[in-house]
């Protein structure tokens, strides 16, 4: 039981949740050592959404609202921590949503497509065959879904599946709060934000952009000054910490 007056109950609750959910087998193990690296680095932006990464939220809505064929990637994480926020996003998006697994077992991706449908996402049907160029089973999507997408969204990514998309030409939005990372470095859109802080935001600027807004920012877009900006945030939450 956590007492609501804790000065960490949120981030308390949150832990809770996904340890409940890897008890049920929905996050990997692994899964949990990947949120406690977002939280430190959430740390150092002060646990809030910055100016900048703002502007990427808007330029992800942007880049999602001009693809032909946009899709979300949920990992077992992803659905855990935000499997209710996704229903808007998808609905304001267009997007398809497809589940993709790093630590992949038929029976977690029964698991966390039913806590998905449970929440209201319409989730990819089709069969997964090894289509991406890895030696891992992150290797295994959709025709239709990932495979034939432009545009794909994949919140807490592995480094490793985010150059092969690049590879096969799709513009990859991710949302990851180190802006060190090979995920980072190598997407086209990095959003250094918390994962349920900027999907809010995205699905709010799906529906309030305009499609010639939508096509500036999309065309404007340079994830390094993202990346700068993160870091210089992060270098100021630190000085900040220890003066
Ligand atoms: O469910 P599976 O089997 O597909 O496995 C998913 C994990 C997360 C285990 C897998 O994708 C993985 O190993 O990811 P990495 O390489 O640890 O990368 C996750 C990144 O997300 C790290 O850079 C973390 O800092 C970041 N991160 C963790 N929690 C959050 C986050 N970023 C935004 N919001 C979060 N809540």
Known sequence: ?????HPRYRSLLVRERLARYAAEGIVSLEGLTAHGRGEAFDYLIGEKTTESALIAEKTAAALLLCAKNPVISVNGNTAALAANLLPALQEN???????NLFH????????ITRLLRDQGVRVEEGTAERLLPLSHDRAFCQRGGIFDADVVLVPLEDGDRCQALRGMGKT?????LNPLSRTARSASLTIVDELTRALPNITTYCSSLTRDEAVMLAGSLENEWFLADAREEMKRGLSHALD
């Open 1 to 5: 039981m956590i007492p609501p007056d």
């Open 104 to 111: 992949r077992t038929d029976e977690r991706m029964r698991k």
């Open 93 to 99: 998006s267009r997007a398809k949503v497809e589940v």
């Open 172 to 176: 990859v939005i991710t949302i990851d």
